[in-house]
């Protein structure tokens, strides 16, 4: 047979709660329990509001440039809810509803934005790693984490996001090879929100779909309306329970939107249109959710006042946790660089205000110590 | 004759030269529409069109590893890697086949191109958007690394780089991109790459520097009444080093100031070179100014980290008082 | 509708003459001319020779390390026959029998392997790229070639190779990515020849194929036999007329065997069963069309040997151009820097056998130059 | 007590921490069943097993990425680069995460793992396999930098490695992989990572090296007749400035031998900083026999570019006349 198929294969796109309210009540159905779908949606909703917070720090001057979540909260959300509290959630940066779920301090993040290291070192109780800055890197740690894991016998799977841009990294590629060839349970969760800053999907993939990303390694790929927290829930469930089993990857692809800038640097208006903003707005989260419950009974405006009280209250408290931690000293960007710090470091850290980079004042000789040193204080009266 | 910023001067190069030279394609994450992060390609697209100014994507190894093709191919490819710290990525290419290409094949095929990338720190950003690694790419052979400190030098020096036959990593020093204004002719001039510039001369001590920190050099003399003189390398590899030991053949000292951290900073090879061709002339150790040897920290505590005008006056004092 | 489909394909393998030498007339009938065959057999056989004198002068001390062909000629072979001469061809360093049938001199590719870039510099009439080392780059060089040609106007493609393993380099999606979303033309062959040194192709993909690489970037793919000249010739042929005609990347995985050990520095007994050989030595892309021709009596014993004995002239020849080039001098590594020198080179170049580096004899204080000139003579008489 | 080469040291290192420790796990290219190219894992998959000894897909930054998430999750790793030249693709994962994870995070997640990578000319390799990009890593704050040149040291400073807390290149000078021989002691040792070593003793001059360069500064000492002083320094970073500054205060004078090219190489700091600590002791300038400023030539004339005996004795006579 000189024509013969050497592969074959579909990839399924789930959605459970559409942007019209429509539920599939075969597949939703029991997914998610009514008290934890309040929780969840409560969640979401103080996620929100701390973009908006956050994103007024920044115009206030009270925080660098930062890249608000705005539309893609049911993506890590769905995550961060199935996933065991010990399995690892290795995100990029626009991940804080899935992380806040998972117990990071709100003020952690926000530190993280403000500049600040220390809100890496915060606790992170329940296996989260840092917000990943170099693009498609981090994906290759979580294969790495949960070989570790894996090595010392724990059942212990993996879940890493990044987005459609990272996903043309070569690192992307190496970490589902890995992945795949070494049997490491990783979910991989691609969340494509149709842009790269100003790159637009299309110039990053010229495939039908960012599932079929996950072809090329053999493994089970799913594409899910990421702004379904049903789907979500749904595709991270049947992904976890898969890798958890059969220590191989799973790949799903979230699609979702970033309603807001890509940071407060950048201005959207720039490179798309309003209509497509309005057009994702109608299809937002939060809202399908919200509606959902209305109509299940399960939430009213009272109870949404009410939460909203309490989240700009709790907001307002992450924040000034966050801006009242001690001005950092400068010993700490020292200390931090090695478990034991080499003397010349030390030396470093220690002469840093006081002498010249590589002057060690013993090394001057008597006379010329004496000249410095009176050269210095009349220095100082002078500025 | 106008007054320009940095971004506006690097633009306006470009534009001129691309008139002139159809080789010249632009390349990068979002430079198209978007104009870059720092706008320097603004309104190039619209001007040259989607095939002289497109968007890749994002990738930096496969952009470099694309315009190093492109440049065997006989065009001159200026990609543009947003930040310093996503050098990293586009390592490989750079130095296993950029650096290598016209050695490698005896000069049968080679790379012109002009890698932009704005580097350095002070501007407040996140993580990896504040390094410094031309020390780097000076030790990679093969390579030349040029690094303006004014809106006129980065005109002559970006047109000097777009006429190279060989790879140039052409550093834009961020934190000034819009600090300083000046004069800069619209007419066409280059400044020769492997020549350094006298800001303002001196008896007493040298000072080497590139980049932002000239500023700050230039603030730290300013409150000094000594004679001191200025030396801004422009042109990192291959470093004009008969202008530095003129230099301090003639004052006997030297303070070289540089944002990457101390240890084999280009800092150490300017303080060898000094070593070896004025060794009879030097009344004091060559003193370095740089950044620690840590990683850069996060922009809360980036002003300890950076050398300041005020560091460099006391390296000044401690050299002079030797 | 919850579930629906994202993503469906399919991908073929295509075998035309097989190793039992079964002829698929509907696909191969009129694709290689008789005479055509003939000179394809011949380019075969002289590079299978040429590997074997390779080895030779490897053992002998007269040649480096050497990545031996044997058994894959048929891959690029079938890729340089169909392209046009001005179509790039960027391969990696298993694909001789390729370049030499585009025109690439014996003496180029010996030379290279002797440590000797003029190797690199020797004419590449048609388009041909010189030997990549670091595996997985070059593909990445073949879309940069390709995409400047597409600028000037020109209509021209690439087909770049690489191995089973190479295509687990970041750079290879990185390769096939910019390609399918810029739109160049190129073919993309991954030689699939089981082996990356001694690991198994397992470990560099968990995929039943190695083609379904392709699907990530929506190209299509296709899988061969790639000791079938048929079938690689075929194969060539479909991808490169689409490609051209569309200015999209095409993906062909091509399955073939090395029959040697990796390079002459490896020894395969370490890591492979003889009988794996073996199996394969059945399957010979040589042997195949030996018996193809001798079975439409385009072919004889008698002209097998009056070849075999051309062909050991025609390679001990090339040998004999490569051995006998000058002895390089050392200005040479130094001038092939830069097109312009740089000052401080020119001083290293021509100052590199009589003086210290860095020591620039008129720096010398008068006596010190004196006292430096009589040690020299000293020590010159003394070794 | 064993006569053993470099390559048996370090197997023997490896298999001793191994038993001790089992969160040690060994990963990279051809490095299970093949033992490495070099065969320096040789038997270890045997004995240890597929989990502990295993390898990867060809990826070199992936081998370092993963490697960098087993650390972060409590193991020490050691993955194996096959060849100096392929740390390119990996750059970006040791710059970017591997010397950043404990700063980053303020020690909240560590990245403890001895990078393995066998270094330098000088074996008749195809090109990008006699690299040594040892000034690179250098320059990298968080990581540190070590290179033996002995199979006694070899031990004992892997032995350190594997049991350090920060992540590690460890060179491997492959050129003397083989050629030599000595005595390496059964029993547990550790040489201590930034510690130099004075290889024999002298007062005129200093002569500070590394790696397979150390051999030939030896010859080179041999052939003269002059009292000359050897350090080798063992650790690149954080190197022994404390042992060079000493020895240069005694002999005056001072001449570095590495293979890397020599603008920005490891030589350059090195003598930055002698010139700050010993500029009145400073009788000569320092000399640096380094490789030049090309790309490393394909090896028929590798022999013209490495450091040799030759260049460093005459580089002794210059130092000395001077
Ligand atoms: C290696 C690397 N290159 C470039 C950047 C600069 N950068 C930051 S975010 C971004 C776009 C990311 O797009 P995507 O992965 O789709 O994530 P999204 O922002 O849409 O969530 C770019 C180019 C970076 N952080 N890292
Ligand atoms: C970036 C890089 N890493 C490692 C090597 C060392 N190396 C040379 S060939 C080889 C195996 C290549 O396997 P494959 O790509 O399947 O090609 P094949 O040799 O089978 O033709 C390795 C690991 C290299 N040349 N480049
Ligand atoms: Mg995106
Ligand atoms: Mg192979």
């Known amino acids: 047979m000189p024509i013969t198929t050497a592969f074959e294969t579909k990839i399924e796109?789930?959605?459970?709660?559409?942007?019209?309210?429509?539920?599939d009540e075969k597949l939703g159905k029991g997914l998610i329990p009514d008290a934890d779908l309040v929780k969840l949606y409560e969640a979401m909703v103080a996620c929100r509001h701390l973009d908006e917070v956050a994103f007024r720090l920044q115009r206030s001057g009270r925080m660098g440039t930062y890249p608000q979540n705005m539309g893609q909260e049911a993506t890590s959300l769905g995550a961060a809810y199935v996933l065991r509290k010990d399995d690892w959630l290795v995100t990029c940066y626009r991940e804080n509803c899935g992380l806040f779920w998972r117990g990071v301090p709100k003020e952690a993040i926000l530190l993280h934005w403000m500049g600040d290291e220390r809100g890496n070192a915060m606790p992170r109780p329940h296996f989260a790693t840092p917000i990943a800055v170099p693009l498609g890197t981090q994906m290759l740690h979580a294969a790495g984490l949960t070989l570790a894991a894996k090595y010392r016998g724990l059942d212990r799977i993996?879940?890493?996001?990044?987005?459609?841009?990272?996903?043309?990294?070569?690192?992307?590629?190496?970490?589902c090879n890995f992945a795949s060839t070494l049997e490491i349970p990783v979910v991989f969760v691609l969340q494509n929100n149709f842009w790269a800053i100003s790159t637009p999907s299309t110039r990053n993939s010229a495939a039908p779909t960012f599932?079929?990303?996950?072809?090329?390694?053999?493994?089970?790929?799913?594409?899910v309306d990421g702004n379904d927290l049903f789907a979500t829930v749904y595709a991270t469930k049947l992904a976890s329970e898969y890798t958890r089993k059969t220590n191989k990857p799973y790949f799903i692809e979230m699609v979702t939107y970033r309603l807001g800038d890509h940071t407060t640097a950048d201005d959207a208006k720039r490179y798309r249109e309003q209509a497509e903003v309005d057009m994702w707005k109608g299809r937002d989260p939060i809202m399908r959710i919200k509606n959902f419950m209305i109509a299940r009974k399960l939430w009213d405006e009272t109870k949404e006042a009410a939460l909203l009280e309490r989240v700009a209250v709790e907001n307002s408290e992450a924040v000034a946790r966050a801006e009242n931690i001690a001005t950092p000293h400068h010993d700490e960007f020292f200390d931090a660089m090695y478990e034991v710090l080499p003397a010349d470091l030390v030396i470093q850290r220690d002469t840093m205000h006081t002498h010249s980079l590589g002057q060690d004042p013993s090394q001057l000789p008597a006379e010329a110590r004496e000249r410095a040193a009176q050269m210095s204080a009349a220095a100082a009266n002078h500025h | 004759m106008a007054n320009l910023n940095l971004v506006q001067a690097i633009n306006l190069a470009l534009i001129q030269e691309m008139e002139k030279n159809d080789g010249i394609v632009l390349l990068g994450e979002d430079i198209g529409v978007n104009g870059g992060v720092f706008r320097v390609t603004e309104g190039l697209q619209k001007r040259f069109g989607n095939a002289r100014v497109f968007d890749t994507p994002l990738a930096e190894s496969g952009i470099i590893g694309l315009s190093i093709g492109m440049a065997m191919g006989g065009l001159h490819p200026v990609p543009e890697i947003q930040f310093d710290g996503f050098l990293g990525p586009a390592y490989d290419q750079l130095v296993s086949h950029a650096a290598r290409m016209r050695s490698r094949t005896r000069g049968a095929y080679t790379v012109p191109m002009t890698v932009?990338?704005?580097?350095?720190?002070?501007?407040?950003?996140?993580?990896?958007?504040?390094?410094?690694?031309?020390?780097?790419?000076?030790?990679?052979?093969?390579?030349k690394v040029v690094m303006p400190s004014s809106p006129y030098d980065a005109k002559g020096l970006l047109v000097a780089c777009l006429r190279e036959p060989d790879p140039v990593i052409f550093f834009e020093p961020k934190r000034i991109y819009r600090a300083i204004r000046e004069e800069v002719p619209e007419d066409e001039y280059t400044l020769p790459l492997g020549k350094a510039r006298v800001v303002c001369e001196g008896t007493e001590?040298?000072?080497?520097?590139?980049?932002?920190?000239?500023?700050?050099?230039?603030?730290?003399?300013?409150k000094s009444e000594r004679s001191i003189e200025l030396i801004d390398l422009r042109t990192i590899y291959p470093f004009d080093v008969d202008a530095v030991a003129e230099s301090v053949s003639k004052t006997g000292r030297c303070v070289i100031v540089h944002e990457a951290p101390l240890t084999c900073g280009f800092g150490a090879e300017i303080s060898a070179r000094i070593m070896e061709r004025c060794f009879l002339q030097l009344e004091a150790p060559v003193q370095r100014v740089a950044g620690f040897d840590t990683t850069m920290p996060y922009y809360k505590m980036e002003l300890e980290y950076l050398p300041d005008a005020p560091r460099v006056s006391r390296a000044i004092e401690d050299c002079l008082a030797y």
């Open chain 1, 13 to 23: 796109h789930i959605s459970i709660l559409d942007d019209k309210g429509n539920f």
């Open chain 2, 205 to 222: 001590l040298t000072i080497v520097s590139w980049g932002a920190s000239v500023v700050q050099c230039m603030q730290a003399i300013e």
């Open chain 1, 158 to 175: 993996a879940c890493t996001f990044f987005g459609d841009g990272a996903s043309s990294e070569g690192d992307f590629h190496e970490a």
């Open chain 1, 211 to 223: 599932a079929q990303r996950g072809l090329s390694y053999g493994m089970p790929c799913l594409q």
């Open chain 2, 116 to 143: 932009r990338v704005p580097v350095g720190g002070g501007i407040h950003a996140p993580e990896l958007h504040s390094e410094s690694p031309e020390a780097i790419y000076a030790h990679t052979p093969g390579l």
